[in-house]
């Protein structure tokens, strides 16, 4: 059984929040101008209160969007393009395929297996963008020879 990939949910524990909230407005009224930096360690305890404790399904998703954000990159610098795109260009390229990503796991359940970790390409989220990158570039026309080093997200 492989993990559920989806938004997922953020735990947040409030009183560490609140605790640290009210340690920090303490120790900078109380200790005047030296207060500041005694502060400091309070101050990263909001932070870490703020963040808090992702789900498993969440760092799934997030681990997917990194991986295929990574991946798109290195392909877009791997290829010769006849004509380079403008960087709004490949934001909008890279913002529709990462939107593709999240809307395929909404719209049903797609489970990350260790299988899918040692083989990419069996991975049906990774294989619909390998799909989908060479169609968001053909506007900006790789060469012939080019369209091979697409195929190499299918082989592994």
Same mark, same amino acid.
């Given at each position: 059984m492989g993990i559920l990939v989806k938004e997922g949910t953020t735990k947040r524990d409030w009183f560490k929040l609140a605790g640290a909230t009210a340690e920090a407005a303490i120790?900078?009224?109380t200790?005047?101008?030296d207060g500041f930096s005694a502060a400091i360690p309070p101050l990263f305890r909001i932070l870490e209160s703020l963040r808090g404790e992702?789900?498993?399904?969440?760092r799934a998703a997030r681990f997917v969007l990194e %991986?295929?954000?990574y991946s798109i990159a290195q392909t877009l610098?791997?290829?010769?393009?006849?004509?380079?795109?403008?960087?709004?260009? %490949?934001?909008?390229i890279v913002q529709q395929l990462l939107a593709r990503v999240e809307n395929l796991c909404d719209q049903q359940e797609v489970f990350l297996?260790?299988?899918?970790?040692?083989h990419p390409s069996s991975f049906e989220i990774f294989d619909?963008?390998?799909?989908?990158?060479f169609h968001e570039l053909k506007p900006n026309?790789?060469?012939?020879?080019?369209?091979?080093?697409?195929?190499?997200?299918?082989v592994a």
């Open positions: 120790k900078s009224l200790l005047g101008k992702d789900s498993t399904e969440r %991986v295929l954000s610098q791997s290829i010769q393009l006849t004509r380079a795109p403008l960087q709004p260009e %490949v934001e909008a297996t260790a299988a899918d970790l040692e619909d963008i390998s799909s989908r990158i026309g790789p060469k012939a020879r080019e369209a091979a080093r697409f195929s190499h997200w299918r």
